[in-house]
């Protein structure tokens, strides 16, 4: 886990500075210098980009760490890598082009319920590329087992450039539709400083010589589409599915509660970046013993950090929404759902590293599909009744369901499980904190009681984990630092 650790440490801290800046325009920059209608627009705009970012990439951030550590000569590796910088513009090209032909058709249809959606549609489509290219270069660069960079730009780079932006806005130095258009040239030059970051640290040679397996990169690469976008779907399609039900300014509440939930998963996406190439790693060499291994660690090491940031959310909480605008408060109940499952996400570990670099992707992939269209189902049976909370619920079936079946098939085909008796001591722990800290308050600002109480909860929980040794690598880890 030495790399692991090194490299997700660091990924952890840039992660989180990213949220930061986020929490600072999520609560308090868009609800103060936008309107709820344009702040409604941003989110659906960036939720639509993120759904259909995996087919304009066609599977090559996936592809390219699945088969890289199998090329063993300089010019079959060469072939590979110009094959996955040029596959994405065969589906780009199309894409676009239809998009040309049919922009009244699908502009017409997207805003139905909002008439501003179809102001914004080729806003999304450069995100959207700009997205499928960044993930392209930031899988470049995995694979060199650099992941640092890569994530800090990607945590971010974006996040400072709406910031920016939004203070420009604020100060009328740029009006809104030079804002909308800023957050688009933020993505494309993202995507542009990850490419001089990947090419720096090895430099393509373009070559177009033949490529063993190529029948099976490119099935892979197609398939993962809909890997990438069964993953993409379950995290944005709730939003996307909002502005066709109920009134754009509904989504901004919406995209407060899930951003603040979203906290939870920053060590497993942190993680994450090292886990791929790993996982990937262990199984083209079919060493399931360390594949085992660093499954159980990881679900340890994550349920205990993000167990840890799951309780001080729940805990806080209800002071959080006296801070920011009362009509925002609309979302706590989504706060609570969207947390549960994130929670559940953390849980399984290098379970996605496993299954995408895996030969079992396939039946993954249709079991995947089937959830997206419970998903979609539930969300057209949830959203008309509940609104955003129906939105919320429909996500957390959803969500719980696929990580279920794919928990089930992990330790069917590896017979290698995540859990240890460690897994429900934290568990009991984190009810524990529940139970302790979400029902009282110090009679302070919400601020100060914020500060106090995550302290508070903060060395309580830490004690316990420490005390009791629930994790080697975070023990030793704390002790060297110490020191």
Request: hydrophobic share 55%.
């Amino acid at each position: 886990m030495g790399i692991v650790a090194l490299q997700s440490f660091k990924n952890i801290v840039s992660t989180y500075l990213g949220f930061i800046i986020g929490a600072i325009n999520t609560l308090f920059l868009y609800t103060e210098f936008l309107s709820d209608e344009y702040y409604g627009m941003v989110g659906y705009m960036l939720s639509l980009a993120y759904v259909i970012m995996p087919l304009m990439a066609f599977g090559v951030h996936n592809t390219l760490v699945k088969f890289y550590s199998s090329f063993k000569t300089r010019i079959s590796l060469n072939s590979f890598l110009t094959l996955m910088l040029l596959l994405p513009i065969s589906i780009i090209v199309p894409i676009v082009a239809l998009i040309c032909i049919g922009y009244e058709v699908i502009g017409d249809f997207l805003s139905q319920r909002n008439s501003i959606i179809k102001g914004y549609l080729w806003h999304t489509i450069v995100i959207a590329i700009a997205l499928a290219y960044f993930e392209v270069f930031f899988a470049w660069a995995k694979v060199q087992m650099q992941t640092v960079f890569g994530n800090f730009m990607k945590e971010v780079f974006h996040r400072v450039g709406t910031m920016v932006l939004l203070f420009s806005l604020y100060f009328r130095f740029i009006d809104l539709e030079q804002f909308m258009t800023g957050l688009a040239i933020v993505y494309v030059l993202r995507m542009l400083v990850m490419k001089m970051y990947a090419f720096s640290i090895r430099w393509p040679v373009l070559s177009f010589n033949r490529i063993n397996g190529l029948n099976n990169i490119l099935k892979y690469s197609f398939l993962i589409i809909i890997a990438g976008s069964i993953a993409t779907i379950l995290l944005d399609v709730d939003k996307v599915m909002l502005g066709q039900y109920i009134d754009i300014e509904q989504i901004a509440y919406y995209n407060v509660a899930v951003f603040i939930s979203a906290v939870i998963a920053v060590p497993q996406r942190a993680m994450h970046q090292i886990l791929l190439p790993m996982s990937a790693k262990y199984l083209n060499e079919r060493d399931f013993e360390s594949l085992g291994d660093l499954y159980k660690k990881s679900s340890l090491n994550l349920f205990i950090v993000s167990g840890l940031i799951f309780l001080l959310i729940i805990s806080n909480i209800n002071q959080l929404y006296r801070i920011i605008p009362e009509e925002f408060s609309g979302g706590l109940l989504v706060v609570f759902i969207i947390s549960a499952s994130k929670l559940y996400d953390a849980l399984l570990g290098s379970n996605n590293a496993i299954l995408f670099n895996s030969d079992y992707y396939r039946i993954v992939l249709v079991l995947g599909v089937v959830l997206v269209i419970l998903m979609v189902l539930l969300n057209i049976i949830f959203i008309p009744r509940f609104g955003i909370n129906g939105a919320g619920i429909a996500t957390f079936m959803a969500v719980f369901a696929y990580n279920t079946v794919k928990l089930y098939f992990v330790y069917r085909k590896f017979k290698i499980f995540p859990f240890t008796m460690f897994t429900l001591k934290i568990g009991a722990l984190i009810l524990l904190g529940v139970l302790l800290f979400y029902f009282w308050d110090f009679p302070f600002h919400p601020f100060i009681n914020i500060i106090l109480k995550s302290i508070i909860l903060t060395v309580f929980y830490a004690y316990i984990v420490l005390k009791f040794n629930f994790s080697d690598d975070i023990s030793k880890a704390v002790s060297r630092y110490i020191k």
